[in-house]
């Protein structure tokens, strides 16, 4: 044998030790800060610079893809960080407080020789902060968040560090981004020894170099390609038959549950491939698609909403009949007359009706009382047939357009005050919201008008005659509609925005409150389309005959339509938004009764409002009663079979009340300040309140002590559906068995300083709002789950019976939804204008309602806050639901609702 050389000093050593290094680079990082981030840093690492021989350009360990399938995690990192020449640290707060981080670099420290250990780390910041401070030749650790504290003292001078807290999105991470692809060739340069100019050069000649190969490749084998083209596009159409049938089967399951969400997967059926079966499978679903409709004894010609929008009067031949549009019923005797309708309008406050009829040109005027409508007395002489009327907003004038013209009536005197324009057929009038403008349509124009002056304001010209006309809810647009057109155009420039064609003649159209929705009366139905985008929505289907007049309820709450058909339809809509209830002072605290129907909130007016969670209108409060409590009330919530209302209130008293009537029952229960929160238990027999001192219970009926549990507690929540409750004292929260008084395992350490905690529906979670950030605890495994997530600036939290979404609400008004199990936040809703005082799901998971200072309650769609790109992703890919897409899609289905 020859000699044997051995290597002796650290250099030789650590020389030798490179050679037989498996990986070039380990990635060190937290996973709840960089999961997305890591790996595609890894991606990039391996791809700079690779010949094209090669399958990578640097061996990188990151734990997810260098790990070996062994129980022994730590030996396997171990190895990894062993096996490599350098250490890439991804600075963050959540790295930094890492114990995993911190080991793995304590491990490299004091296993790499001299100053390359150092040398040979590369810093990348993703969050937080880094400041190097010159004088004192180190980190600046008041101000550096992204570093570990053992990293303190370790450099002589700042190192280079790669910035890369700005990327956060899928467009971010790809080194088509030249920011990315820069901040990666940092890393990859000094880890391969090459200048970076070189390395990002010798890259762009590999990758075009692999090209050629590529193509040459390509060249060589078209010629079989094309052989089995036929017969794989015969085997993709035979998979898209497929789907199109799983489609349409689905579509039809829905047709007794979720009709709307069927015609949805019925209409993905024919986009995936027209088959039979999901042809006929959208006609069974917009069959039983069917509109409310409210039926009248003949022609419908037009459909009336009151400001308010729970009052329709549905017009035609003869007839106009009131209905109240929440219970669907009539409100008293039609209105007959000898003559057929040619014109109404009902005032904004719904109190007076006006109309004309044909053979007498005078429009009455009508009085709204409890037995219908009532003859004023008051006419406004015509000498010709009206064809429209509109009240002003303040209900003071009233715009007649017809074959005398446009004339302007002061209801007081009963006299014209001006005209607009020469006489001549006016088909359609309307005033802006603002009461200030006036449109006109005649013949092929619509002319806007100075409603003070009767001076023209503005003409725009159109290819035919206009059949309607109206201007936006914000006065700024008209939508106008002539032949099969619709046209939105701009007050004052005369612009158009959107051209809408239709195959049919477009007799009336009409646009949300919002201007984000346009609905256009279209053959037998309705089409509605998005103003925004310019993309058709959805068809409304159900009439017979042809829709001659369409309209929004003022609130967007509903499209109605007047057909031929003799029946008025009403289509109520699932807005994200769902309704706002007002009281007169700040709202503190809010609760849904179990199925989600009725929402209860109070507040610093010391009273419980009862409201109908689904249409937003009081059913009960205590406003006729004397003051119960003499304070505000700062908790309310039902018991578990919501015949009963618990309140809380800072006079220091609790009080019970009828939930279906909401009056008192009994006296109010006097409390020893302070009192945190209070409960029914004992199958709702007993109330438990908690204060400073401790638990009480106390007897319902004899409203006395019954017992007592001494325990220091500052914050406190009940579940609603089992015996269980939670207190926090001194960072510390403590399951208790509401019944017994007995404490349910051992203290759960938060750690943070608590600000509110709130229990899930079943009574198994619990999530509790530090200062900074939000935590869900699994109260049956005593620990904590699912993502950590921030939140600086809160004030309220709630979390949904399913576990699945959880809310946060801020002292600016905004409520942030978050998906429980990722931490991502699903949308922001900034409706309100001040502090969130208290948040609540409803128990059936369909509602969110946020409490707010600005004396508002909101109560939010679930429908808003579901991810909607899963649907299309399945409609391109043309492949089969799986379970959890299709609990996803019946959960949110982010697009109109149409429901009643």
Do not use: C
Request: no cysteine; glycine share 8%; aromatic share 8%.
């Amino acid at each position: 044998m020859g000699p044997t050389t051995v290597a002796t000093s650290p250099v030789e050593i650590e020389s030798a030790a490179s050679r037989r290094r498996k990986y070039d680079a380990f990635i060190s990082y937290s996973h709840a800060a960089d999961n997305r981030l890591a790996p595609e840093l890894e991606k990039a690492l391996r791809r700079l610079g690779r010949p094209w021989y090669k399958l990578w350009a640097l061996r990188v360990f990151r734990d997810q893809t260098g790990l070996e399938a062994t129980p022994r995690l730590w030996d396997s990192i171990k190895s990894g960080l062993s096996s490599s020449r350098y250490f890439i640290f991804l600075g963050s707060p959540e790295a930094a407080s890492s114990p995993w981080v911190a080991r793995e670099i304590h491990w490299w420290l004091d296993n790499h020789s001299g100053q390359q250990r150092i040398d040979q780390m590369l810093l990348a910041v993703t969050h937080g902060d880094l400041e190097w401070s010159n004088q004192a030749g180190d980190f600046d650790w008041a101000k550096t968040t992204a570093l570990p504290s053992i990293l303190r003292d370790r450099f002589e001078a700042e190192p280079l560090w790669v910035d890369l807290r700005w990327a956060r999105t899928a467009t971010d991470l790809s080194l088509r981004n030249t920011r990315f692809r820069s901040a990666a060739l940092d890393l990859a340069a000094a880890i391969q020894g090459k200048p970076k100019d070189e390395l990002d050069g010798e890259d762009v000649r590999q990758y075009q170099r692999t090209r050629r190969i590529a193509w040459a490749a390509v060249l060589s084998i078209v010629t079989l390609l094309f052989a089995f083209a036929l017969a794989w596009l015969y085997a993709a159409a035979e998979r898209r038959l497929a789907t199109s049938r799983k489609l349409a089967a689905y579509a039809t399951s829905q047709l007794s549950v979720n009709p709307e969400l069927g015609v949805r997967f019925a209409r993905e059926g024919l986009a995936t491939w027209k088959s039979d079966e999901a042809a006929e499978a959208l006609r069974e679903t917009i069959a039983a698609w069917r509109m409310r409709s409210l039926p009248h004894s003949e022609r419908v010609d037009m459909v009336l909403v009151d400001r308010d929008g729970h009052e329709a009067l549905v017009v035609g031949g003869r007839h106009a009949q009131l209905w109240d549009l929440d219970a669907r019923r009539r409100i008293g005797p039609p209105l007959t007359q000898p003559e057929s309708f040619t014109a109404a309008a009902l005032s904004p406050d719904g109190a007076w009706l006006a109309t004309a009829v044909s053979g007498d040109y005078s429009i009455h005027l009508w009085r709204g009382s409890k037995d219908g409508w009532v003859d004023s007395g008051q006419q406004l002489p015509q000498s010709a047939a009206v064809n429209s009327l509109a009240f002003a907003p303040d209900g003071k004038f009233l715009l007649s357009g017809g074959v005398d013209g446009a004339i302007l009536w002061q209801l007081d005197s009963s006299q014209p005050v001006r005209s607009f324009g020469a006489p001549g057929i006016v088909n359609q009038v309307a005033f802006d919201a603002t009461g200030k403008k006036v449109l006109t349509a005649q013949n092929n124009w619509v002319r806007v008008w100075d409603a003070g002056t009767g001076r023209l304001l503005q003409t725009v010209e159109h290819e035919s005659d206009v059949h309607s006309a109206a201007f936006s809810g914000d006065s700024t647009h008209v939508v106008s509609t002539n032949g099969n057109r619709v046209r939105l155009w701009e007050v004052g420039t005369g612009a158009t925005q959107r051209v809408f064609d239709h195959e049919d003649t477009v007799m009336s159209a009409a646009l949300s409150l919002d201007s984000d929705l346009l609905a256009v009366a279209h053959g037998n139905g309705v089409r509605v389309w998005s103003v925004t985008s310019g993309e058709w929505v959805t068809d409304l289907n159900g009439h017979a005959s042809e829709v001659e007049q369409v309209t929004f309820a003022p609130n967007d709450r509903a499209i109605l339509s007047a057909s031929q058909d003799a029946t008025a339809g009403v289509w109520a809509l699932t807005p994200n938004l769902v309704q706002t209830v007002r009281q007169e002072k700040a709202a503190y605290a809010v609760a849904f009764s179990s199925d989600g129907m009725r929402l209860v909130s109070a507040g610093d007016d010391r009273q419980v409002h009862a409201w109908n969670a689904t249409r937003g209108y009081l059913e009960w409060d205590q406003s006729r009663q004397a003051d119960l409590h003499t304070l505000r009330i700062k908790l309310v919530t039902f018991d578990t079979s919501d015949q009963l209302i618990l309140t809380l209130s800072d006079d220091n008293t609790a009080r019970v009340w009828q939930a279906r009537t909401g009056k008192p029952l009994g006296d109010a229960i006097l409390l020893d300040p302070p009192v945190v929160a209070a409960g029914f238990a004992r199958g709702d027999k007993v109330l438990v309140t908690i204060d400073g001192d401790g638990l009480h219970w106390w007897d319902l009926q004899t409203r006395q002590q019954i017992s007592a549990k001494k325990y220091e507690v500052q914050l406190a929540a009940f579940s609603r559906r089992n015996a269980r409750l939670v207190t926090v004292a001194k960072d510390e929260l403590t399951v208790w068995d509401s019944d017994t008084g007995e404490p349910l395992g051992a203290l759960l350490n938060v750690k943070t300083s608590v600000r509110a905690v709130a229990m899930s529906y079943a009574g198994d979670r619990a999530v509790v709002l530090g200062e900074d950030q939000a935590q869900v605890w699994d109260l049956d495994a005593r620990k904590a789950v699912g993502p950590v997530i921030p939140t600086v600036g809160m004030t309220a939290v709630a979390l949904s019976a399913d576990l699945q979404l959880l809310a946060t609400g801020a002292t600016d008004g905004s409520v942030d939804v978050w998906d429980a199990t990722s931490g991502i936040r699903l949308t922001t809703i900034k409706d309100h204008t001040g502090k969130i005082q208290a948040l609540g799901f409803s128990p059936n998971g369909q509602f969110l309602a946020s409490a707010s200072s600005d004396t508002t309650v909101l109560i939010h769609s679930r429908i808003q806050f579901a991810p909607v790109t899963e649907f299309r992703e399945i409609a391109d890919q043309a492949r089969p639901l799986t379970e959890v897409e299709r609990t996803k899609l019946n959960d949110g289905l982010g697009w109109l609702g149409l429901v009643w």
